[in-house]
């Protein structure tokens, strides 16, 4: 299976900022976030990062959702495009405050679809992809 790093979602107002300090290195593309979180703006879209990894029998996607409930958490597979996503509104003194999230994989060729189950303990969606037979390694005796 590949792995693809994530790309963090830029903001339009600090890309000139950004392309000032990249200087050829990935730790400076998130001051984006440092300058919305200094001058109060809030980004609508928020994609929560996922592990992606495989074993010999199963294909692995790890996503970390601190504070969202599990009843509130929608997954769906279709045409081989995993996606997780979240919905939430919480009443508080002033108001109310509205959480939501989308992030959409591509799942790797060779998963059987119809036995793709998830887990959801302690803040941590675990989405389970059996391969298929034929994509297990066997082993072949030498006669």
């Given at each position: 299976?590949?792995?693809?790093?994530?790309?963090?979602?830029?903001?339009?107002?600090?890309?000139?900022?950004?392309?000032?300090?990249?200087?050829?290195?990935?730790?400076?593309?998130?001051?984006?976030?440092?300058?919305?979180?200094?001058?109060?703006?809030?980004?609508?879209?928020?994609?929560?990062?996922?592990?992606?990894?495989?074993?010999?029998?199963?294909?692995?996607?790890?996503?970390?959702?601190?504070?969202?409930?599990?009843?509130?958490?929608?997954?769906?597979?279709?045409?081989?495009?995993?996606?997780?996503?979240?919905?939430?509104?919480?009443?508080?003194?002033?108001?109310?405050?509205?959480?939501?999230?989308?992030?959409?994989?591509?799942?790797?060729?060779?998963?059987?679809?119809?036995?793709?189950?998830?887990?959801?303990?302690?803040?941590?969606?675990?989405?389970?992809?059996?391969?298929?037979?034929?994509?297990?390694?066997?082993?072949?005796?030498i006669k």
């Open positions: 299976m590949k792995l693809i790093r994530y790309a963090y979602p830029r903001s339009s107002r600090a890309n000139a900022f950004d392309r000032l300090f990249e200087l050829g290195s990935s730790n400076f593309g998130r001051f984006d976030s440092f300058f919305d979180d200094f001058l109060g703006a809030k980004s609508n879209s928020y994609q929560p990062p996922v592990d992606l990894y495989e074993d010999g029998d199963n294909f692995y996607a790890k996503a970390e959702l601190p504070g969202v409930k599990k009843n509130h958490v929608d997954l769906q597979l279709e045409n081989s495009v995993l996606t997780i996503q979240s919905a939430e509104s919480r009443k508080v003194k002033d108001g109310e405050t509205k959480t939501a999230f989308v992030r959409s994989l591509s799942i790797p060729e060779g998963v059987a679809t119809g036995k793709v189950s998830a887990q959801f303990k302690n803040g941590i969606l675990t989405v389970t992809m059996p391969k298929e037979e034929v994509r297990k390694p066997r082993k072949i005796a």
